[in-house]
């Protein structure tokens, strides 16, 4: 008894002190396992029209809308069960026990990855309550009416580490779709599944401008025994969630200017039909529109959540544009030109002439789905090669949430702890936030939308290393012209100073301190950490007889130090070379190479040391973000005045709300 009761009582002041550790900084509003929630702030909503404020709040809805179709294409069983957690949790009243504390953990990590997979390392997560204590709360609280799934069926899956491991499983050698939990393939093989989609290409190999093939469907054997496509449409599957997704977006058009009311409609007859012509029409009137204020992403957009490169997850993001903070962006697009004539890469996978790359820096509004609670910093759509070729891409840069990174991170010792130069750390006060913006500017503007395949290349050839291979490749640009004295003379850094700033955190990161995001004894398997250790580890190998990196050991303690800034960038223009030629040639054999010998493998002495010195400092590796609220204000006649922008300080409640309000699909799909 008196061990319980000391028990309780450390639990007691481990929340308080996590919970004071939370709110010492205002921008963060939870912290569990390896993770913090923040807050981002929407600054210029207020400056917006009563037409573009409604604008961001029904496209907000359709952004919360879909946000069960995240979870059931993550993992079949996803909805079911995070709806039993969510019951179990507002049923449960005996609260200050060591299994609940563990079980509300394991539900904060469900509602933040979309599922029961972590949303980077793609593992199963492992409950730290016990079964015995959940079979007696299932039994306690649940009867037939809210009984979504045998006891037997949701035990199992939590707790055998055996069933459905992971979500993406991307081993060398394995059956990439037998092996990867996610619900975009089902009684098929990785061999047939590929087969399916060769056929399809071949019909149609002389296409220029080709579909994305099974892009927004689910590919099934069939009881018959034939492979059926089900479509991702209003009327089928996913209908339920889709209606409302396109409800909210028929509002947003009832608001919109004439340019956006038309890439509306089109979304709306792309998610009637799930005719994928006419998401590319979507695509190619979305990327012309560079005029209005308010933006938005909204669809099956990317394919890192299927080991084959094929499946879209689906992902929203509401915006508008910072005024401000474009015109580093503008000076970029306004020299696109040069910089894809200049690039260090064979100049017949150049681009002769770039066509419509635009770029600008927003602030984000709302994310739904695949952007939420975790979200990218910066995106460049459409995805497409032949839109991009013909029509140009449209790239942006978050503000807003890489501000909130930053103000999250004021004072946590990360640099005191990884970084061993005193000059390095002052470069990166100076300059880091600069760099960092500008890195991503780079990386989405320009890297992604630069280069050409080669005539007969059909852009598929990558398989399960197109993802990673085309970061690497993006990265690389980025990293490339940071450096270059080009950013200093038309005015986007002061100096090659602050590029160095960027690089020692790099490579820094690339070769150590983002292991500290994956467990123990494991693999990197996510596509971005991917491409960051493949670059840092190449140059640290392709740069040892100049000394260019260097490992260095003080105190027991190992540091990354970059001794050559100007050698590494000189590394970072010829891996960039091969990688776009990998890419332009659809050079699978050396591709995969690159990636199995630089990008997966981990020092595992290094690796226990990154994880004890991140624990040691109390720093999550990561992060992500509750929304903001939005509520209409209407006067005594109904009109809408005005719409009401508020800051929820709450993770569980908004989630627990989300799970109430925007959950409109059946529990298994």
Known sequence: MMNRFLALIVMAMLSLSIEAKAQSNEWIVDRFDDIKVLRYEVPGFEDLTLKEKLLVYYLGEAAKSGRDILYDQNFKYNIAIRRTLETLYKSIAERETKDFYA?????????????????????????????????????????????????????????????????????????????????YYENLTQAEVEAYYAALATVHADDPTPISYGLNSKLMRSDNGTITELVWRVGG???????????????????????????????????????????????????????SKVDFVNGFIETYGDPLGRKASWESIVNFRDERACRRTELLTEYAQWFEDNAPIDPAYRKAKVKGVSAKVITAAMLGGDCY?????????????????????????????????????EGNGFMEEFVLREEDRERMRLYGKLTDDLHTDLHECLGHGSGQLAEGTKGDELRTYYSTLEEARADLFALYYLGDQKMVKIGLIPNQEAAWANYAKYIMNGMMTQLARIEEGKDVQESHMRNRKLIAEW?????????????????????????????????????????????S?????????????????????????????????????????????????????????????????????????????????????
């Open 103 to 183: 079980f509300e953990k394991y539900l904060k990590k469900v509602w933040f990855a979309n599922g029961i997979h972590h949303h980077y390392s793609n593992d199963k997560f492992q409950p730290e309550f016990t079964e015995g204590w959940l079979r007696e709360q299932l039994k306690k609280h649940l009867d037939n009416s809210t009984r979504l799934m045998p006891d037997n069926l949701l035990c199992a899956i939590l707790f055998d580490p055996e069933l459905y491991p992971s979500r993406l499983d991307q081993t060398a050698g394995v059956d990439v779709i037998l092996s990867s939990a996610n619900n």
């Open 237 to 291: 599957m996913y209908s339920p969630a889709i209606e409302q997704i396109v409800y909210w977006l028929e509002k947003a058009a009832t608001v919109a200017n004439f340019m956006q009311r038309r890439i509306i409609n089109t979304l709306i007859d792309y998610y009637r039909t799930g005719d994928l012509r006419t998401f590319d029409l979507y695509n190619i009137l979305w990327v012309s529109d560079n005029s």
């Open 373 to 409: 609670p975790a979200t990218p910093i910066g995106i460049n759509l459409p995805n497409a090669d032949w839109i991009r070729k013909e029509h140009g891409s449209k790239s942006v840069t978050i503000d807003n949430i890489t501000y909130a990174y930053d103000k999250a991170a």
């Open 539 to 583: 140059c640290y190998e392709h740069g040892k007889q100049d000394n260019v990196i260097e490992i260095v050991e003080r105190m027991g303690k190992k540091y990354v130090v970059v001794n050559d800034f100007q050698k590494l960038r000189n590394l970072f223009g010829e891996l960039l070379r091969e990688v776009q030629r990998i890419k």
């Open 585 to 669: 040639e659809g050079d699978y054999a050396a591709g995969s190479a690159l990636v199995e010998r630089y990008a997966v493998k981990i020092n595992p002495e290094l690796h226990r040391e990154v994880l004890e010195r991140y624990n040691a400092l109390h720093i999550e590796p990561y992060s992500g973000f509750v929304n903001p609220e939005y509520s209409l204000v209407e006067d005594e006649e109904g009109k809408i005045i005005d719409v009401k922008l508020s800051y929820p300080r709450s993770y569980i409640q908004q989630m627990l709300g989300y799970g109430e309000d925007y959950s409109f699909l059946p529990n298994e799909n």
